[in-house]
């Protein structure tokens, strides 16, 4: 195998490590060990990061993937912005069945405002994609990144670690879209604002 081909390789797997569907359930392990969140049973933490994945993750991932079958398309193909719309929609509507969910198990706040955050940036990243396309991938962990600034705040813990172990993921995700030719650097840079912005806004206003 070629250098080159090695390097894409490297960036696919990437990719798909750190697909978007990812934030709530990195959200809410981190909770679940930085706050008082860690007094709760293990079942019923169990019990959560079940059903955030299962609506989160395995539904959406599901569903795009029979989308994308039924059409015909590689995933290549899938990340062309006018085909991009459909994917939003599930997922978009995916993660609001789980905070309705979520809502109507009386699942404490910050345990919800992480989905909250996640399905603000769906709905933001979706609206931009009308004229503009942007990542999804540097945007859910710009949203990680925002998430451990306010909770930091919140709980008074020390995000420096934190911090930098997202910085250097970001940064070798956003290179592996670009080394995949999905997006260009301003896409990914972009995503990734957005995704802080929207975090601190779904966290402390949601």
Same mark, same amino acid.
């Given at each position: 195998?070629?250098?080159?081909?090695?390097?894409?390789?490297?960036?696919?797997?990437?990719?798909?490590?750190?697909?978007?569907?990812?934030?709530?359930?990195?959200?809410?392990?981190?909770?679940?060990?930085?706050?008082?969140?860690?007094?709760?049973?293990? /079942?019923?933490?169990?019990? =959560?990061?079940?059903? #955030?994945?299962? *609506?989160?993750?395995?539904?959406? &991932?599901? %569903?795009?993937?029979?989308?994308?079958?039924?059409?015909?398309?590689?995933?290549?193909?899938?990340?062309?912005?006018?085909?991009?719309?459909?994917?939003?929609?599930?997922?978009?509507?995916?993660?609001?069945?789980?905070?309705?969910?979520?809502?109507?198990?009386?699942?404490?706040?910050?345990?919800?405002?992480?989905?909250?955050?996640?399905?603000?940036?769906?709905?933001?990243?979706?609206?931009?994609?009308?004229?503009?396309?942007?990542?999804?991938?540097?945007?859910?962990?710009?949203?990680? /990144?925002?998430?451990?600034? =306010?909770?930091?705040? #919140?709980?008074? *813990?020390?995000?420096?670690?934190? &911090?930098? %172990?997202?910085?250097?993921?970001?940064?070798?995700?956003?290179?592996?879209?670009?080394?995949?030719?999905?997006?260009?650097?301003?896409?990914?840079?972009?995503?990734?604002?957005?995704?802080?912005?929207?975090?601190?806004?779904?966290?402390?206003?949601?």
């Amino acid at each position: 195998m070629t250098r080159e081909k090695q390097i894409i390789l490297t960036a696919r797997v990437v990719s798909m490590v750190f697909t978007p569907f990812y934030l709530p359930i990195l959200g809410l392990t981190a909770l679940f060990f930085l706050s008082y969140l860690r007094q709760y049973e293990p /079942a019923y933490k169990f019990f =959560v990061l079940a059903v #955030v994945y299962i *609506f989160t993750i395995l539904l959406p &991932t599901f %569903l795009i993937h029979l989308y994308r079958r039924y059409q015909g398309w590689s995933l290549i193909e899938l990340g062309i912005k006018e085909r991009r719309v459909v994917p939003y929609l599930i997922s978009i509507l995916c993660y609001f069945t789980c905070l309705h969910i979520m809502e109507q198990m009386h699942i404490p706040y910050f345990m919800r405002s992480i989905v909250a955050s996640a399905l603000i940036i769906q709905i933001v990243c979706a609206l931009i994609n009308v004229w503009w396309k942007i990542s999804t991938h540097t945007a859910a962990i710009g949203g990680v /990144a925002g998430a451990i600034y =306010v909770f930091s705040e #919140v709980f008074r *813990f020390n995000p420096t670690w934190w &911090t930098c %172990l997202v910085l250097i993921i970001a940064g070798i995700l956003g290179s592996s879209r670009m080394i995949l030719r999905q997006h260009t650097l301003s896409q990914v840079v972009t995503g990734f604002l957005v995704g802080i912005v929207c975090a601190i806004v779904g966290i402390v206003y949601l």
